[in-house]
């Protein structure tokens, strides 16, 4: 089976501009989180979506959006482009609401904000 | 609310030697703890998890960490070190049972001397 996939693995973008990162959950699994991880830390959530849902959200600016589609693949969304918005976004899934379960980590998507 | 201390964030032994990695939580509520790890260029993987019962958890690759609610920590070991263990390892806690958030440490390297 597939793991967790996000598009695109690197990008690059200027200051000011927008740009949509998106994630495939691993097949039956219904939560995907989105987390960002700036060089040197810990990933830090951003987002929670279960059932197309927002169930959970982190202390970022409104400038982050996500959403997550029938078919539980999710998109985030970062507008307005900053270049401390530079860092590995991660998504992972689990198959559950409740965190008993194991996530599931994608690879990442490295955004470079010039 | 919940919050993770990983002490030290560079590690390095020899090997053939012990890992120990340390990790000290905080949580109003008791809480589910995990290590994953990091490899370069990849997401991060789960190398074991306690939540109930046990406190003495084994997990992948000959790793394995002891719940102490005592002293509020979860440390992670291994008998004797390979260099492919050569990673980014990171603390989480998470609240019990809860639709919520993982709480991540800001991760140890693990750096393997021959």
């Known amino acids: 089976d597939a793991g967790v996939t996000q598009s695109p693995t690197h990008l690059i973008k200027t200051r000011g501009q927008q740009v949509t990162l998106r994630c495939s959950p691993i097949?039956?699994?219904?939560?995907v989180s989105w987390y960002q991880q700036v060089l040197g830390q810990g990933p830090q959530f951003i987002f929670q979506?279960?059932?197309?849902?927002?169930?959970g959200r982190g202390n970022f600016p409104d400038r982050f959006s996500a959403r997550q589609f029938p078919n539980y693949s999710s998109e985030l969304n970062v507008n307005a482009l900053l270049l401390g918005d530079s860092a590995l976004y991660l998504c992972?899934?689990?198959?559950?609401?409740?965190?008993?379960?194991?996530?599931?980590f994608g690879e990442g998507s490295r955004l470079t904000v010039l | 609310a919940q919050s993770v201390t990983q002490l030290g964030s560079h590690v390095s032994v020899s090997e053939g030697a012990l890992v120990l990695l340390r990790c000290n939580y905080s949580?109003?509520?008791?809480?589910?703890l995990f290590w994953y790890v990091q490899y370069p260029n990849q997401g991060l993987q789960l190398l074991l998890k306690?939540?109930?019962?046990?406190?003495l958890v084994k997990g992948i690759n000959g790793f394995e960490a002891e719940f102490k609610k005592s002293e509020t920590s979860f440390h992670l070991t291994k008998p004797s070190a390979h260099m492919s263990d050569a990673a980014e390892y990171f603390c989480?806690?998470?609240?019990?049972?809860?639709?919520?958030?993982?709480?991540f440490g800001k991760g140890t390297r693990l750096h393997i001397l021959p």
């Open positions: 949580s109003s509520v008791p809480p589910y």
């Open positions: 989480a806690v998470s609240p019990m049972n809860r639709d919520d958030k993982i709480i």
């Open positions: 306690y939540t109930t019962g046990a406190t």
């Open positions: 979506y279960y059932e197309k849902e927002e169930r």
């Open positions: 992972a899934s689990r198959r559950d609401r409740v965190n008993t379960g194991e996530l599931f």
């Open positions: 097949s039956g699994h219904k939560s």
